[in-house]
């Protein structure tokens, strides 16, 4: 094993920087009123040396509505930077961010999000609770932790949040602990984070993913309590590629279902919708179909119910999603890897 | 504060260890033989299919410049393993 490692570590592929990120273009139908919502993510990455890293993230999101008495869609456009950082990867143990970062509250907002990846494009009720970016220094990293278990964490520091209202700042700690277990295919872990300022609140979460071995299954939840609310979401999907029917179409095709349900927290419901929080308790199903038409280009469409006080509506959302990835260098070909 | 900084400065301190191990492995001379590479593609995909298959459907494999430059943002991303991201990397850029 030293000398596979050995081997793989010499790799002589320098990394090259690349334009990656995403394009989506949806319809949500909400309680009978439609919402077109067009949006580029893209995703800059420069690796410098061995070592270094430099990551952003911008989005750029339009969302446009039919009035009410008539007349074209329009809307506003929302362009804000998600994370501007730089890696440091000091040691198999540690990589050390400064900048603006995704915080690492829960997994949705830092590895689910992008809608490529996501199974649902409606967000979960629950994504607003402590996931604005974090502008500060984080150290994180991943490492075996035994011969079953991988520990991964993050701990950070952040000196200004932007909320949702972009006006809101606050500083605060916070962490996440994870182990994940290859055999199994098992993801466990929890979230913490203090504000450091006011009351000094503290707020925890925890997130779980299990994807069997022998079928193509993908189990994820999370759970999150907060001052602004709480709630879980629990996901399943699974892609048909086991079926003996329209096996050609079935392997490109994924079903994915969603429950999740949401509390009010202690802000009170005329605050909530200022952090992008439903103002009442709520309960949601979502079912949902992506097809895969080649990497990176899927098409979704999904149902979901929505149930609270204020009433029971239904959603639609149907769409496309794409992935793209464009070196910004000479790229070399596969064999020079080898 | 005070639990972060110490948390930080115990593993800034492993550095000097890691470094040293990656640069001993960075001079080694890099024999493949035909045994070994397999078993890094094999112990490559079973790693590609556990920690990436956790997010999201697998991607056709690109040149290997930019794979080398995907799988260290996933290494960060995804707080991935040094040892995983030298095995997905190699079984991608196969």
């Known amino acids: 094993m030293p000398s596979v490692l050995a081997v793989a570590q010499s790799d002589p592929a320098r990394p090259v920087p690349i334009l990656s990120g995403s394009l989506g273009n949806f319809s949500f139908v909400t309680g009978g009123h439609n919402l077109l919502d067009s949006q580029v993510n893209p995703v800059l990455l420069v690796p410098l040396g061995d070592r270094w890293l430099i990551e952003s993230r911008a989005e750029f999101e339009g969302q446009f509505q039919r009035p009410a008495n008539g007349g074209p869609y329009g809307g506003p456009v929302n362009k804000h930077v998600d994370y501007a950082q730089i890696d440091y990867i000091a040691n198999p143990y540690l990589t050390v961010t400064v900048g603006r970062f995704l915080t690492p509250f829960g997994i949705f907002n830092e590895r689910l999000y992008p809608v490529w990846i996501r199974a649902l494009e409606p967000d979960p009720l629950i994504l607003p609770i402590n996931t604005a970016p974090s502008d500060g220094a984080m150290f994180r990293g991943g490492f075996r932790a035994n011969r079953a278990a991988n520990m991964n964490y993050a701990f950070y520091l952040s000196t200004t949040s932007i909320g949702s209202g972009s006006v809101d700042s606050e500083r605060h700690v916070g962490g996440r602990l994870g182990f994940f277990f290859p055999g199994p295919r098992l993801e466990v872990g929890g979230s913490w984070q203090r504000t450091l300022q006011d009351d000094r609140r503290n707020a925890f979460g925890f997130h779980m993913g299990w994807q069997p071995a022998k079928i193509p299954l993908n189990l994820r939840s999370e759970f999150a309590r907060s001052f602004e609310g709480s709630g879980y979401w629990m996901e399943g999907s699974y892609r048909l590629s086991q079926s003996h029917l329209w096996q050609k179409q079935m392997r490109r095709t994924e079903v994915v279902a969603r429950a999740q349900q949401f509390y009010v927290g202690s802000i009170g419901a005329n605050q909530e919708a200022s952090f992008g929080l439903p103002d009442v308790n709520m309960r949601e199903a979502d079912f949902g179909v992506n097809y895969f038409f080649r990497d990176g280009l899927k098409g979704i469409a999904s149902y979901g119910r929505q149930f609270s006080a204020q009433g029971n509506f239904n959603q639609w959302s149907f769409g496309l999603a794409y992935r793209f990835l464009i070196p910004l260098g000479r790229v070399g070909s596969p064999r020079e890897a080898q | ?94």
């Open chain 2, 1 to 94: 504060m005070l639990i972060i900084l110490l948390f930080s400065a115990s593993l800034l301190s492993l550095r000097s260890a890691g470094a040293a191990e990656s640069n001993r492995d960075a001079s080694a001379v890099p024999v493949v033989h035909p045994n070994d590479a397999d078993s890094m593609r094999i112990q490559g995909e079973q790693r590609f299919r556990a920690n990436c298959g956790r997010c999201h459907a697998a991607p056709h494999k690109f040149p290997p410049r930019m794979m080398a430059t995907v799988v260290r943002h996933m290494r960060v991303r995804a707080t991935i393993t040094a040892e995983d991201q030298r095995l997905i990397l190699f079984y991608m850029t196969q």
